[in-house]
């Protein structure tokens, strides 16, 4: 039986993979070949790759506490995880270089919120460490729990209607859903987002 | 260092624009020059990718860091990459000249 679906219809789009630190060195060199036959090649380790290699075997994660750092399901950290390691494995039997880079990968880095101007703000360089408030200079700010960019609340937000262009029904714009993929209710044209696109209450 | 922040105007006496995609004007401040730039923002009525493309537009003029009351939900892992900063200030009121009076002091 052929699967149908793999035959007309494109795979899933990968989750993005949150990759805590990027790697500090950009690959590996073999040296010593005692059997110099040409160029043993190059082994392309993936960013994701990577990363769940330090979780498991470096941090000593289990999958699942892995799979959670890296937000994505604990099958798909193992499949990375298996696939880092055959990586690994060829390149140290047949002398390859090893090349980290790629993969469907986001940073993510921390906030702050700062207790004299009220702001928030995140730190993208890791490296370096947040001495003052970037906005007014105080150092009156602290750790912040990610908690405002909750799809839930924005769900509760967004006040938009979605119009139909054919014969002006309205209905309120459901969060997440592009106002042209709704269908209107009575004459099945697709809908638009009413006047201008963001007009949320904040 | 150049900070954009998001404006409603395209004055220093308008407040700043709540919205980061969807916002009227960009504005690049430059804090060791003091120069500015008054941006119209093309994606103002985009019906989707706004975010997106004004993160486009913004990474362009090489700022590293952005003041703006929200971002929306496709932004942060864009500008982590880019290593550009958010900063999130949820204060209509304030104006333009305010903010950047906070930045120079």
Redesign the interface.
């Known amino acids: 039986m052929v699967n149908h679906c793999s035959l007309f219809m494109s795979p899933r789009p990968l989750r993005l993979r949150k990759i805590s630190n990027p790697p500090i060195i950009s690959g590996f060199k073999p040296y010593g070949n005692r059997k110099s036959e040409g160029e043993p090649g190059t082994v392309f380790l993936q960013i994701e790759e990577y990363e769940a290699l330090r979780l498991c075997d470096y941090n000593m994660f289990n999958h699942h506490q892995a799979s959670e750092t890296m937000d994505i399901s604990r099958p798909t950290l193992t499949r990375i995880y298996a696939r880092a390691r055959q990586k690994i494995a060829e390149a140290l039997v047949l002398g390859k270089q090893i090349i980290i880079e790629g993969g469907k990968i986001y940073f993510d880095s921390e906030w702050f919120s700062c207790s004299s101007c009220g702001c928030y703000f995140n730190n993208p360089e890791k490296q370096e460490e947040i001495k003052e408030c970037p906005l007014c200079k105080s150092n009156n700010f602290s750790n912040y729990e990610q908690t405002y960019i909750e799809p839930e609340e924005s769900m509760t937000r967004c006040s938009d209607i979605c119009i139909c262009p054919n014969c002006g029904f309205e209905q309120p714009h459901r969060f997440g859903c592009p106002c042209k993929e709704e269908i209107c209710p009575k004459c099945r044209h697709n809908m638009v987002r009413k006047g201008t696109p963001h007009s949320r209450n904040f | 260092m150049k900070v954009a922040i998001t404006s409603t105007g395209n004055s220093v006496q308008s407040n700043l624009d ?2 980061f ?2 916002c009227g004007f960009f504005i690049i401040y430059d804090t060791e020059t003091k120069g500015m730039e008054f941006i119209p923002n093309p994606n ?5 990718g ?1 975010g997106p493309a004004s993160v486009q537009l913004v990474a362009s003029r090489n700022v590293q ?1 952005i ?1 703006s ?3 929306g ?1 496709k932004i ?2 864009l ?14 009121e304030k104006t333009i000249q305010e ?1 950047i009076n ?2 120079n ?1």
């Open positions: 709540q919205r995609g969807r103002k009525d985009a019906q989707e706004a860091k003041i009351g929200e971002f939900i942060k892992s500008l982590d990459s880019l290593k550009i900063q958010m900063i999130v200030f949820k204060e209509p903010i906070m930045l002091s």
